[in-house]
T-cell receptor, first 114, second 114 residues
Framework: DQQVKQNSPSLSVQEGRISILNCDYT??????FLWYKKYPAEGPTFLIS?????DKNEDGRFTVFLNKSAKHLSLHIVPSQPGDSAVYFC?????????????FGTGTRLKVLA | GAGVSQSPSNKVTEKGKDVELRCDPI?????LYWYRQSLGQGLEFLIY????????KSGLPSDRFSAERTGGSVSTLTIQRTQQEDSAVYLC????????????FGPGTRLTVL
């Protein structure tokens, strides 16, 4: 059972335009969501997170939106840069349980075209 | 990266052999995780250790997989009687004290079972 889903395996965007990466989850008990970026031959690195008590969190060019009723979150990157080309994973957890088990999606490969 | 080293970086083994993958985390971490990424797949949770609590082994795919953390620090993931479907990148991650929700991943060990 895939509790966190990223239905788009890949996305191509022109440099300077907005990149929108989507993520859906099925477990309504999740209360904390994260996005990670992964370059080839490296481990994933943390990008941005959002608590379920918020619907938006912004950090520079990166903004994460959370729609709890739809069980959907999205990552917006604007403006997109070639260095943003990587695989992006969304993840979810239930901090309230105290176990901090993170469930990851299958990833979306973003390619930003110069 | 970020205080997590893994060894070896690459491991090629023959089907049926046992392998040990090592994770050396920075001191002061509050939790340690093992994930794996198979070709074309997302990050699959395997096991995590937190403090002196019993590890959460719910992600281990079979009883051929085991992990231990010695002295609350170094962790070893052991795969017995390896199978070709065990081929993947095995990633170790830590959660640092005071930074709940942020996982810091190591570079991973690429395991290839022939």
């Amino acid at each position: 059972d895939q509790q966190v889903k990223q239905n788009s395996p890949s996305l191509s965007v022109q440099e300077g335009r907005i990149s929108i990466l989507n993520c859906d989850y099925t477990n309504s008990m999740f209360d904390y969501f994260l996005w990670y970026k992964k370059y080839p031959a490296e481990g994933p690195t943390f990008l941005i997170s959002i608590s379920s008590i918020k619907d938006k969190n912004e950090d520079g060019r990166f903004t994460v939106f959370l729609n709890k009723s739809a069980k959907h979150l999205s990552l917006h990157i604007v403006p997109s840069q070639p260095g943003d080309s990587a695989v992006y994973f969304c993840a979810a957890t239930r901090l309230a349980s105290g176990t901090y088990k993170y469930i990851f999606g299958t990833g979306t490969r973003l390619k930003v075209l110069a | 990266g970020a205080g997590v080293s893994q060894s070896p970086s690459n491991k090629v083994t023959e089907k049926g052999k046992d392998v040990e993958l090592r994770c050396d985390p920075i001191s002061g971490h509050t939790a340690l995780y093992w994930y794996r990424q198979s070709l074309g797949q997302g990050l699959e949770f395997l096991i995590y250790f937190q403090g002196n609590s019993a590890p959460d082994k719910s992600g281990l795919p079979s009883d051929r997989f085991s992990a231990e953390r010695t002295g609350g620090s170094v962790s070893t993931l052991t795969i017995q009687r390896t199978q070709q479907e065990d081929s993947a990148v095995y990633l170790c991650a830590i959660e640092r004290g005071g930074l709940v929700g942020y996982l810091f991943f190591g570079p991973g060990t690429r395991l290839t079972v022939l």
